[in-house]
T-cell receptor, first 111, second 114 residues
Framework: GDSVTQMEGPVTLSEEAFLTINCTYT??????LFWYVQYPGEGLQLLLK?????DKGSNKGFEATYRKETTSFHLEKGSVQVSDSAVYFC??????????FGKGTMLLVSP | KAGVTQTPRYLIKTRGQQVTLSCSPI?????VSWYQQTPGQGLQFLFE???????NKGNFPGRFSGRQFSNSRSEMNVSTLELGDSALYLC?????????????FGPGTRLLVL
């Protein structure tokens, strides 16, 4: 079945550092890939998505590229802020309205 | 547009009781999915409803059930509650007609079973 593996956290960075959170997937066919973010006490917010190979999703300075050859969708940001502290989830959808999530990676950014 | 709303936001129940959670999707969305989030298991898919029919189902026992109404609002029910049912229950809505559509999540209902 489908699965998503993402790096375990927490990831601890200083403000303005470069961020990478690794995500790899296993799926049949050609899934769509997503990054969601969850702030404390809240639901999930879509951060970015990509629907086909080589697509790059981007939003609020975050980027991820759909790499079919390495089955990866790594999240990057050039300069993190304290306000980026949250839990980040990589997910895939290979059908209608069903998401398979990774375990989540907590990001802690200190001033 | 208003976002996905879930009621109640917090709930405390005791073992053996049953509970009903409600979700109102974004206007125009016909698909509603439910997920359970726990520290140990992470985010797990429960089921999805589209146009009042269950279209997909995750690997949960029959104590977990749901339904969708003609206005796309959805409810999920958990009968004979167990301690392990303590979790954040999230619902998400989407238009529901295309593969890989974005799902928009509500704030969740936090259920504590004592």
């Amino acid at each position: 079945g489908d699965s998503v593996t993402q790096m375990e956290g927490p990831v601890t960075l200083s403000e303005e550092a470069f961020l990478t959170i690794n995500c790899t997937y296993t799926a049949t066919g050609y899934p769509s890939l997503f990054w969601y973010v969850q702030y404390p006490g809240e639901g999930l917010q879509l951060l970015l998505k990509a629907t086909k190979a080589d697509d790059k999703g981007s939003n609020k300075g975050f980027e991820a590229t759909y790499r079919k050859e390495t089955t990866s969708f790594h999240l990057e940001k050039g300069s993190v802020q304290v306000s980026d502290s949250a839990v980040y989830f990589c997910a895939l959808s290979s059908g209608y309205s069903t998401l398979t999530f990774g375990k989540g990676t907590m990001l802690l950014v200190s001033p | 547009k208003a976002g996905v709303t879930q009621t109640p936001r917090y709930l405390i129940k005791t073992r053996g009781q049953q509970v009903t959670l409600s979700c109102s999707p974004i206007s125009g969305h016909r698909s509603v999915s439910w997920y359970q989030q726990t520290p140990g298991q992470g985010l797990q898919f429960l089921f999805e409803y589209f146009s009042e029919t269950q279209r997909n189902k995750g690997n949960f026992p029959g104590r977990f059930s749901g339904r969708q109404f003609s206005n796309s609002r959805s409810e999920m029910n958990v009968s004979t509650l167990e301690l392990g049912d303590s979790a954040l229950y999230l619902c998400a809505s989407s238009i529901g007609t295309g593969e890989g559509e974005t799902q928009y999540f509500g704030p969740g209902t936090r259920l504590l079973v004592l």
